[in-house]
């Protein structure tokens, strides 16, 4: 049972065992048949054979009766040679009635009389238990006229019994392997009836574990089971393929999300590297130049903020197109996030040829960009970087082209600038004072420095410009061309100019307190201030804290803050201006020198940047211009104020064009508050002191400030009597 069991377990199909279950099944059958008809065989045998010794015995009874009645056992012998030719016959005893043999028969030799009594003994014992025995035997008496003569024993010989059931066992197990070949011919057949469905929905599996094409189908088989079972396992692969469809695609989409910009498609910053490390093997096998690109666009943010982030994409997606057509195939374009992009240029002949390829991407941005119903005017700056003089790695030779780009726009940007070594000492610099910023504003490193400006028409100071300081504990005094730009690109700049707007009211105050009449003082302002930060709260809160009426505070703004339609930056401007805060266009002509889009703006005062003042007592023509603006202006009812005055001739050339004020370091310096209050009284030696009234309002000098009429005043808490300055 064991090794049956074993073989059944270690059969590996499911066919070999179905097959050996149909023949094991099989085989108890028949082995069960065939025993069970050989028992009746062996049983048939032995009744034939005893009936057919009792026919014997009784012919044989009769033979012998006359010749035993009268005790001749010659005769009796006699009669017994009818048997001899009998071969089933093993042994035969005719006893007379004293139970003595009387004549006796045996197959063979049989030696001394006690061996012949060892047979009648054995024969008779047999006689008695027949059943079943190979060698039947009878014991019959020998009967006539009712007188018993005597007995006959007969015992069949063995070996007749032995052949037939030796024959009938050898037929019968013929049959029986005849059998079992044929029920293994249709064990075989019948089995795949019921196996060949199963082996399909298997043969399927197998297929689609390895191929892993879950399109693979079972086809329907006959039997309800089957079918259902087929049918099932149909279902379960369409939703697995449905599935593995829907895990591909997501795969793909990750794969894509992970490789690619949303925007614009371009590959981002993690398959540029990829691309950029394999090109950079490339080329340092073939020892060619590789050179790394990296855009940004100049004030995006701007744009952003202004326009609103559709416009933006918008022109991002245009940057991306224009971009992409001026890329060869092989080099990779990548937008690695916001406004930037970088391209790396394979087999590089020069760093002029990659140079030259960056001029042609700042042409193609600069060319104006019409979305939708607006035209925007963006330039942007590059940086180059090249392989392998400028770095070996993605990384830095990234990061090198990104620092190249910050040069190209502090160098005015719409620029390319090509990586140098000294970049790294430049930056290293500008990052110290970067960190060294947020420590000043807590230290109180920064200072204003105060620079008059003069009333050309009455010779007076009328005003003073605040200009920011950092008094650097190692550096000394450091300009705010060199930080101011570090300020705003850090968003310092918003605590940094709400500190200035403070500290120059505070001052003013200040010299108003001291009984030192200063009628106005002018603040710079950054852009950033103007988006991202409460200006007109900022400005209305410290005028109150310091009792200074509105007029007393003029704001500069640069021009190309107020250039594009800047809504939140007009809109403050406008609140600011109409509370009486002076608005002034600084350095004008620097930019978009455009005279028409004043109109439209609010400002007050203009002022005209040095550049126009560098050769005008030279240069008719620069004369002429200078003159042109300023008669614009003044057409435009707004105050001119000419800034970098050096020379006395400067001077006669803006009164002769009746420029009312102007600044420069031929009327004075920036110089520090103190000096500033000293400078002022020791100029103006006859100088009365104002007189400061600490209550109510004359309105007096808001009324000058405002073109005399006293309607327009109402915004200071105090103010102050105007008193001519004596001129030197
Ligand atoms: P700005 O507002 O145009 O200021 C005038 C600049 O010209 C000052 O430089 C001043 O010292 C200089 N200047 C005045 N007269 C002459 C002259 O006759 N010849 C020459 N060559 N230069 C003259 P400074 O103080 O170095 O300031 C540079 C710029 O830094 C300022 O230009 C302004 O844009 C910015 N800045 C200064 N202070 C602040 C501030 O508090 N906030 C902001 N946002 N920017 C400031
Ligand atoms: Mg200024
Ligand atoms: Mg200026």
């Not at 079992?180 to 574990?209: H, K, N, W």
């Amino acid at each position: 049972m064991k090794i049956a069991e074993y073989i059944f377990r270690s059969a590996s199909s499911f066919r070999t065992k179905q097959r050996l279950v149909i023949m094991l099944a099989c085989s108890i059958v028949l082995v069960v048949t065939l025993l069970c008809f050989l028992v009746y065989s062996f049983y048939t045998f032995n009744r034939e054979s005893r009936e057919r010794l009792e026919a014997l015995s009784d012919i044989v009874g009769a033979d012998v009766g006359a010749a035993l009645a009268f005790g001749d056992d010659q005769a009796v012998s006699k009669s017994l040679s009818a048997i001899k030719a009998d071969p089933s016959i093993k042994r035969l005893f005719i006893l007379n009635d004293n139970e003595q043999i009387s004549a006796h028969y045996h197959r063979g030799d049989v030696g001394p009389p006690v061996d012949l009594l060892r047979c009648l003994n054995a024969t008779r014992s047999e006689s008695r238990q027949h059943f079943f025995k190979l060698s039947p035997s009878i014991e019959r008496p020998i009967m006539k006229e009712g007188v018993r003569l005597g007995t006959i024993l007969i015992e069949q010989d063995e070996h007749v019994i032995t052949e037939k059931i030796v024959a009938t066992s050898a037929i019968s197990l013929f049959i029986l392997s005849f059998a079992l070949g044929f029920s293994y011919l249709l064990a075989d057949r019948f089995q795949r009836i019921i196996t060949d469905p199963v082996t399909a929905i298997a043969t399927t599996m197998q297929e689609v574990s390895y191929t892993k094409d879950y399109s693979k189908r079972v086809s329907a088989s006959d039997t309800d089971e089957m079918n259902t079972l087929a049918e099932r396992f149909n279902e379960m692969l369409s939703e697995i393929e449905r599935r593995d469809e829907d895990l591909l695609e997501r795969q793909e989409q990750l794969h894509h999300m992970a490789n690619f910009d949303v925007l614009t498609g371009l590959p981002n910053r993690v398959l540029f590297n990829d691309r950029l490390e394999q090109a950079l093997l490339r080329a340092s096998r073939t020892g060619d130049q590789l050179a790394v690109l990296f855009i940004d666009l100049d004030d995006f943010k701007m744009i952003n903020d202004t326009h609103g982030h559709r416009t933006g994409d918008q022109l991002l997606l245009e940057t991306a197109a224009r971009l992409s057509a001026g890329t060869r195939a092989g080099d990779t374009l990548a937008r690695l996030g916001g406004d930037e992009f970088t391209v790396f240029l394979q087999d590089i002949k020069s760093p002029e040829s990659a140079l030259s390829v960056a001029r042609k991407h700042i042409k193609t941005l600069f060319v104006p960009y019409q979305i939708d119903e607006k035209r925007l005017f963006v330039s942007a700056s590059i940086g180059v970087a090249l392989f392998p003089s400028h770095g070996t790695t993605a990384e830095t030779l990234v990061k090198n082209a990104d620092s190249a780009m910050y040069l190209a726009k502090e160098k005015g940007k719409n620029n390319v600038e090509l990586f140098t070594d000294s970049l790294h000492t430049i930056l290293s610099e500008r990052l110290g004072l970067c960190n060294d910023l947020h420590r000043a504003l807590e230290q109180e490193e920064f200072e204003l420095y105060y620079q008059p400006r003069v009333n050309l028409e009455r010779n007076t100071w009328a005003s003073a410009e605040a200009l920011i300081r950092w008094n650097h504990p190692e550096l000394g005094m450091v300009s705010p061309d060199k930080f101011i730009p570090l300020a705003e690109q850090t968003g310092l700049i918003l605590q940094l100019g709400e500190w200035v707007i403070r500290e120059a009211c505070r001052q003013l105050h200040q010299w108003h307190a001291q009984g030192f009449y200063l009628p106005r003082i002018s603040v710079n302002v950054s852009p950033l201030q103007l988006q991202r930060q409460d200006l007109l709260g900022i400005v209305k809160e410290t005028l109150t804290e310091n009792r200074l009426c509105t007029q007393a505070l003029e704001l500069e703004i640069v021009e190309s803050a107020l250039v594009e339609d800047m809504g939140r930056s007009i809109t403050i401007l406008r609140e600011l201006k109409e509370i009486g805060v002076k608005i002034s266009i600084d350095d004008f002509g620097t930019g978009y020198s455009s005279l028409s889009y004043l109109r439209t703006l609010p400002v007050d005062i203009l002022k005209i940047d040095r550049s126009f003042l560098l050769n005008v007592h030279e240069s008719e023509k620069d004369e002429q211009i200078l003159a042109a603006i300023i008669a614009m202006s003044l057409s435009l009812g707004l105050e001119v104020v000419t800034e970098g005055v050096e020379s006395v001739e400067q001077g006669h050339i803006l009164r002769k064009h009746k420029c009312q004020d102007a600044q420069g370091y031929y009327f004075a310096r920036p110089m520090p508050a103190e000096e500033f209050f000293q400078r002022f009284t020791a100029l103006q030696p006859g100088l009365e002191r104002f007189r400061f009234k600490p209550s109510g309002c004359t309105k007096t000098f808001c009324c000058m400030l405002s073109g005399g009429s006293s309607s327009n005043c109402g915004h200071g808490t105090f103010c102050f009597a105007e008193r001519r300055l004596a001129t030197s």
